[in-house]
């Protein structure tokens, strides 16, 4: 890792982000990484970004979205599981 920042807090604040943001704007893998990239700097790496993706897909917190494009999205919930 480049800096001090772990995985697990990038992919916390890339999943706040993705929350803020749906329903609104949706976003692609590439403005998440710019956007730790400019809040941490030199501390998180492209490669950092990559991985915290990769930890929040797997896990099912977040998914692929396609729809006019790549972006990733908080998973949707159908009706009866509210």
Same mark, same amino acid.
């Given at each position: !890792?480049? +800096?001090? &920042? =772990?995985i697990e *807090?990038?992919? #916390?604040?890339?999943y706040?982000? &993705?929350? #803020?943001? $749906? +329903? *609104? /704007?949706?976003?692609? $893998?590439? @403005?998440?990484t710019?956007a730790?990239?400019s809040?941490?700097g #030199?501390?998180?790496? /492209?490669? @950092?970004?990559? @991985? $915290? %993706?990769? !930890?929040?897909i #797997? =896990?099912?917190?977040?998914?692929y ?6 972006? %990733?999205? %908080?998973?949707?919930?159908? +009706?009866?599981?509210n």
């Amino acid at each position: !890792m480049a +800096g001090e &920042v =772990s995985i697990e *807090q990038i992919a #916390d604040e890339m999943y706040q982000l &993705v929350a #803020d943001s $749906a +329903g *609104q /704007k949706k976003l692609k $893998a590439t @403005d998440l990484t710019k956007a730790m990239t400019s809040k941490y700097g #030199d501390q998180v790496s /492209k490669q @950092d970004c990559k @991985d $915290a %993706i990769k !930890m929040l897909i #797997d =896990s099912g917190r977040c998914i692929y979205g396609y729809f006019g494009g790549s972006s %990733i999205e %908080i998973p949707h919930r159908e +009706g009866s599981e509210n």
